[in-house]
Nanobody
Framework: QVQLVESGGGLVQAGGSLRLSCAAS????????MGWYRQAPGKQRELVAA???????NYADSVKGRFTISRDNAKNTVFLQMNSLKPEDTAVYYC?????????WGQGTQVTVSS
């Protein structure tokens, strides 16, 4: 089992920045990909950004150029730097860690962007 603990959410004005962190513990050998998803009220959960152990990244078109995902493999932690935040970025952000046959989610952290 892998436990994921997220932190860094909060309330910010449009144009502001937040940095989310997700620390993994437990059976770390069972994961290689880590990423951030978000779910706004009434909407499906969607991928925001993902990163492999080797550092390859993937972003949703809506956040390209504004968000940056990174990871510290030594500390089993993934980060999401969010700049130029918009009200439409408001959602619960979830950390995910996975590899084939293994899939883990964090409890989520609320990000609210006011206009």
């Amino acid at each position: 089992q892998v436990q994921l603990v997220e932190s860094g959410g909060g309330l910010v004005q449009a144009g502001g920045s937040l940095r989310l962190s997700c620390a993994a513990s437990g059976s770390i050998f069972s994961i290689n990909n880590m990423g951030w998803y978000r779910q706004a009220p009434g909407k499906q959960r969607e991928l925001v950004a993902a990163i492999t152990t080797g550092g390859s990244t993937n972003y949703a078109d809506s956040v390209k150029g504004r968000f940056t995902i990174s990871r510290d493999n030594a500390k089993n932690t993934v980060f999401l730097q969010m700049n130029s935040l918009k009200p439409e970025d408001t959602a619960v952000y979830y950390c995910r860690a996975w590899r084939v046959l293994h899939n883990y989610w964090g409890q989520g952290t609320q990000v609210t962007v006011s206009s």
